[in-house]
């Protein structure tokens, strides 16, 4: 692309800037937006030719991460054990070397072949083609969490924003424990790519189900968001911005604490009071 100064995830681009009636030439980062296409193979079978899964758009880093996240929330693999082996074939492309009792047939998945970064769930033909069968069982009422440690969290995501810094053109999800301690986060221009990529990282270091975390993400709550959370088995999903009303009665069919409007010192509770320790709730513990 001309005039684009590359980095892995970030651009460089000269522009005029206008101040008042003053403009300057100056260089403005942005956020890197490319298509990354997801392949599966059999791994047993003599490896016969790449069955293309999905074309993302997305932020380049952490491909193996979100390739692995997606294969997961997609139900494509139900545990890292079904994973043999994750090849960057070329810098936008990643190969799932499946093992046998895994492989599916392409004819089974429902997403069609392009997903943009802001949409996700757009390549599902139904509400219901979406709605996968968790695997693990959110436990009630754990973990518990003051919300005191829910007030610092944005201000912790955002302090480890690296790309956002520069762009402020990135969307993270990020992974929190109790006491509001930081135990992961990727970006990507993607809200559900920073989730898959997140969720990935877990799976791929056996940390899978997210029991006794707290999921923590930029921007808005959409279902597809929730579905990702419940199929890891997060009991918490706290966002900065609002949750849409499907988020909500999927977050609640899932026994998931949903929290919105994460910011300058409030939140609303959609689902589930049961997990914050509070002296005295206005509302019961399903909201």
């Given at each position: 692309m001309?005039g684009?100064?590359?980095?892995?995830?970030v651009?460089g681009?000269k522009?005029?800037?206008v101040?008042?009636?003053?403009?300057?030439t100056?260089?403005?980062e942005?956020s890197?937006?490319?298509?990354?296409e997801i392949?599966?193979?059999?791994?047993?079978?003599?490896r016969?030719?790449?069955?293309s899964?999905?074309v993302?758009?997305?932020?380049?880093g952490d491909?193996?991460d979100?390739a692995?996240?997606?294969?997961?929330?997609?139900?494509?693999?139900?545990?890292?054990?079904?994973?043999?082996?994750?090849?960057?074939?070329?810098?936008n492309?990643?190969?799932?070397?499946l093992?046998?009792a895994?492989?599916?047939?392409?004819?089974?998945?429902d997403?069609?072949?392009f997903?943009?970064?802001?949409?996700?769930?757009c390549?599902?033909?139904?509400?219901?083609?979406?709605t996968?069968?968790?695997r693990?069982?959110i436990?009630?009422?754990?973990?518990?969490?003051?919300?005191r440690?829910i007030?610092?969290?944005?201000?912790?995501?955002?302090?480890d924003?690296?790309?956002?810094?520069r762009t402020?053109?990135?969307?993270?999800?990020?992974?929190?424990?109790?006491?509001?301690?930081?135990?992961?986060?990727?970006?990507?221009?993607?809200?559900?790519n920073?989730?898959?990529?997140?969720?990935?990282?877990?799976?791929?270091?056996?940390?899978?189900?997210l029991?006794?975390?707290?999921?923590?993400?930029s921007g808005?709550?959409?279902?597809?968001?929730?579905?990702?959370?419940?199929?890891?088995g997060?009991?918490?999903?706290v966002?900065?911005?609002?949750?849409?009303?499907?988020?909500?009665?999927?977050?609640r069919?899932s026994?998931?604490?949903?929290?919105?409007?994460?910011r300058d010192?409030?939140?609303?509770?959609?689902s589930d009071?049961?997990?914050?320790?509070?002296?005295?709730?206005?509302?019961?513990?399903?909201?």
């Amino acid at each position: 692309m001309i005039g684009l100064r590359h980095e892995l995830s970030v651009a460089g681009l000269k522009v005029a800037r206008v101040t008042g009636l003053v403009s300057a030439t100056t260089i403005d980062e942005l956020s890197v937006e490319e298509p990354l296409e997801i392949r599966i193979v059999d791994g047993a079978n003599g490896r016969p030719k790449p069955v293309s899964v999905a074309v993302t758009m997305r932020t380049p880093g952490d491909d193996v991460d979100l390739a692995t996240g997606f294969l997961y929330t997609e139900g494509i693999i139900t545990a890292r054990s079904d994973l043999d082996d994750l090849e960057i074939e070329t810098p936008n492309i990643v190969t799932a070397v499946l093992r046998r009792a895994t492989f599916v047939n392409s004819s089974s998945l429902d997403r069609h072949s392009f997903v943009s970064s802001s949409c996700g769930v757009c390549g599902k033909r139904s509400i219901a083609a979406v709605t996968v069968t968790r695997r693990h069982r959110i436990e009630p009422a754990v973990p518990q969490i003051n919300p005191r440690i829910i007030h610092t969290l944005p201000d912790a995501l955002r302090t480890d924003q690296p790309g956002f810094a520069r762009t402020g053109g990135l969307h993270a999800a990020a992974l929190f424990d109790v006491e509001g301690q930081l135990i992961a986060l990727r970006e990507d221009v993607g809200r559900h790519n920073a989730l898959d990529k997140l969720i990935g990282a877990e799976l791929r270091a056996d940390r899978v189900p997210l029991a006794g975390r707290v999921v923590f993400v930029s921007g808005r709550l959409s279902f597809e968001l929730v579905q990702k959370a419940a199929i890891a088995g997060a009991p918490m999903l706290v966002a900065v911005g609002a949750p849409s009303s499907l988020a909500v009665e999927l977050a609640r069919e899932s026994g998931m604490t949903m929290l919105g409007f994460v910011r300058d010192g409030r939140f609303n509770v959609y689902s589930d009071f049961g997990r914050l320790r509070v002296a005295n709730p206005v509302i019961g513990k399903t909201a």
